[in-house]
């Protein structure tokens, strides 16, 4: 097996998602996959999930017709779910597979394509990108890893160079500010209008909730969620080829 050469454009690339017990994100992760395939057609790209939904990656690993494969996870910050839960399921594979060789891509944030496909969805619900009369909240999903938060926080910090009039993080869960706290205070520190951003990569439980939440507490507009964003295929062949292009990974990976 080796990962260079003609047999790259064969390696299947199987994409790892959270998943949800909402039919609408399995629909929507398989809409960014068929982006994916329209953009590099003859690439096998295989779903799967690691809660909620069928397949889960070890089958789909388990059952591919093939010697090697990219493993992608489709995950927003590097957390519990990219630090944990997937490296287990892969030493599994390894020990039922153990001749497949496996590379393990980054996960998809952060990356400035990311801040394009925010700004996409924001425009889609009428707000300019870096309009000076907009202060955005940057909503996350929010986790028990201070690093995964911190890159949420980072991600904020850097977004408010595009002009806005100003940009602070929020998350959903695990930790603070919430997203109404973070409108709230917006608003009090006078912002003509507040646009909520989605990072969520499909709709489901926190996305709608955060929906709700923000518009209750004065926010001006929230974003869809990511989805099939022509930014967010063009990331994930990004990193299918970062995967491919480093050097050997250890089996524990």
């Known amino acids: ?4 050469g003609r047999r790259r454009a064969e390696i299947p690339l199987v994409a790892v998602a959270h998943g949800s017990r909402d039919p609408r994100a399995a629909a929507t992760v398989e809409s960014l996959l068929d982006a994916v395939r329209a953009r590099r057609p003859g690439l096998p790209v295989h779903a799967s999930f690691l809660d909620h939904a069928p397949p ?3 089958r789909v690993l388990q059952g591919l017709d093939a010697d090697a494969a990219v493993v992608l996870p489709l995950l927003l910050t590097a ?4 630090k944990i839960d997937l ?4 030493a599994e594979v390894r020990t039922a597979r153990p001749r497949l060789g496996l590379r393990t891509a980054g996960t998809l944030g952060p990356h400035p394509l990311l801040i394009a496909a925010l700004e996409r969805r924001l425009a889609e619900a009428g707000v300019r990108r870096g309009d000076p009369g907009t202060a955005v909240v940057l909503v996350a999903a929010g986790s028990s890893d201070p690093a995964a938060n911190a890159v949420i926080w980072s991600m904020a910090r850097g977004w408010r160079e595009a002009g806005w009039w100003g940009v602070i993080p929020a998350f959903a869960s695990a ?3 919430s997203p109404a706290e973070a409108v709230a205070a917006l608003r009090d520190a006078g912002a003509p209008r ?5 990072y969520f990569l499909a709709p489901g439980h926190f996305a709608d909730k955060v929906r709700a939440e923000s518009l209750s507490a004065g926010a001006t507009v929230v974003s869809g969620v ?3 964003a022509p930014e967010l295929a063009e990331l ?3 990193r299918h080829d970062e995967a491919l292009a480093g050097p050997p990974q250890a089996a524990a990976v």
């Open 1 to 4: 097996m080796t990962w260079t």
């Open 56 to 58: 889960s990656p070890d």
């Open 79 to 82: 957390a519990y779910h990219s």
């Open 87 to 90: 490296p287990g399921v892969l």
């Open 175 to 177: 930790t603070g500010p």
């Open 194 to 198: 507040v646009a909520v951003a989605s």
């Open 226 to 228: 990511l989805g099939a």
């Open 236 to 238: 994930v062949l990004h």
